[in-house]
């Protein structure tokens, strides 16, 4: 799987470096270029940031429309599998799992989302996927 979208989310004035957009109490930001789950959350490191973690459903909408408003329905956000866990270090708490999932089919270990289903389901790590990064306000 190789997802490439495009779209220019608008960026607020905000607590959030350039090139972030404030959503509540954090930083969230698109990164357009399909990349394997591994790569994005090392490249959003580099970033000063994590893969996204979602911990309600406010959280899970912002991320949802972000990814809708830069033209894509997938991108990768901070959850892998050993059990479920953020690689953030927040409790994975939330549950918001596409209908039927998670199937525990164990190649699937890695969490995307989808917008187009207002939902999260896991895939294979190797695939190529925009990402969500999230990083605390200054």
Not at 89 to 110: I, L
Request: aromatic share 14%.
């Amino acid at each position: 799987m190789f997802v490439h979208c495009s779209g220019t989310a608008v960026e607020r004035d905000s607590g959030c470096p350039r090139g972030w957009t404030q959503y509540d109490y954090r930083c969230l930001r698109y990164i357009s270029t399909p990349m394997t789950w591994t790569r994005a959350k090392r490249n959003c490191a580099l970033l000063g940031g994590n893969l996204a973690s979602v911990q309600n459903d406010w959280e899970n909408y912002q991320i949802q429309m972000l990814t809708y408003n830069n033209g894509c329905t997938q991108a990768w956000i901070g959850g892998s599998r050993g059990t479920w866990i953020w690689s953030d270090g927040s409790p994975f708490r939330y549950n918001k799992w596409c209908q039927g999932r998670p199937d525990n089919d164990r190649f699937q270990h890695c969490l995307y989302n989808y917008s187009g289903g207002q939902c999260y389901d896991g895939t294979r790590c190797h695939h190529h996927l925009p990402s969500i990064c999230a990083r605390q306000m200054y």
